[in-house]
């Protein structure tokens, strides 16, 4: 069998003093209302690794089995937080429901992503800790879940726990396909491929939900989008920025939307490289009739040289035209 990769086309190009410096290659799909595919490059069918992308979708599987939470604590639920204070303190809140701390997380100890958060954690003489690793807030979302059945607490990351098994069962209804490989996260939770379709879908059911589990967890990312990554990141900018849309974006350059008339986009970038995960997503949506600053903005990241632009990271329009109605 071949590399599935190699089916994917150029999505991005790095271009410093107008000579192109590097390409990423990626794929792309984008599916309608009624969750069909109607756009398409690379390898869509094929199955990744979506990491984060799949947090929303594992937050709807922790509703269904219980959990109570909704607003800003569900978004840090469904969050790659950047370790700030308030999505360290939504944590804390969340644990403290059940009268817990945080020596039940089982998150990797680590710093906060975000710079500025991080050297104030950091100058504060604190070490590496579980509550400050990213993935926080969904193994929070998770311990909660479990509390409140009654199920085991220390095994939560079970692949055959209760809670974990309620997640897996959200997962492939919500993306209509059966998640396959199951390997372990980043953070130690449990995590599974899915195709690029699937994902596309399962965001475009998300994006439309009016009622359920499903309808909590959209209105949580679009109301507290600062929570779901950070008040600086840009999938929070573009959920501001584009009204009705949800989005997440995952580890090796996943990135899912969905939008408030039932499509859904997913983008994978082939080499991993976060640099051209936002770049593509802002050219697609572009090609895709969507026009706001923040995608102008997103469309065109620095290049730098001594401090100054000398190029951009852009879409490579020849590939992108394909969305272009």
Known sequence: MGNPFD?????????????????????????????????ALGAEFAPMYPRS??????AVGMLRAGLDLSGAHLAVVCASHSGEPMHVDAVREILARGELDESVLQTPPDWPLDETAREAWIRSGQAKAPVAMNCSGKHAGMIR??????????????????????ILQAVDDLA????????V???????????????ARAYGRLATASEGPEAVVASAIREHPEFVSGSTRDEAALIRALPGLIGKAGAEATYAVGLPDGRGVAIKISDGSPRARAVAMAGVLQRLGFD???LAEQVNAPVLGHGERVGEVRPYSETLSHFES
Do not use: F, W
């Open 176 to 183: 209509h396909e059966q998640a396959q490989n199951l390997v």
């Open 53 to 58: 992308a799949l947090k929303p979708l594992q």
């Open 7 to 39: 089916a994917d086309p150029i999505l991005v190009e790095v271009v410093r003093n107008g000579y192109v410096e590097s390409v990423h290659r990626g794929r792309v799909a984008v599916t309608g209302p009624d969750g069909g595919l109607i756009a």
């Open 292 to 294: 706001h600053e923040t």
């Open 145 to 166: 879940t479990a509390q409140l059945r009654g199920y085991d607490l220390g095994t939560y990351r079970d692949p055959d726990h209760p809670v974990q098994l309620a």
């Open 185 to 199: 996260d980043g953070c130690g939770a449990p995590a599974y491929a899915l195709s690029l379709y699937g994902l």
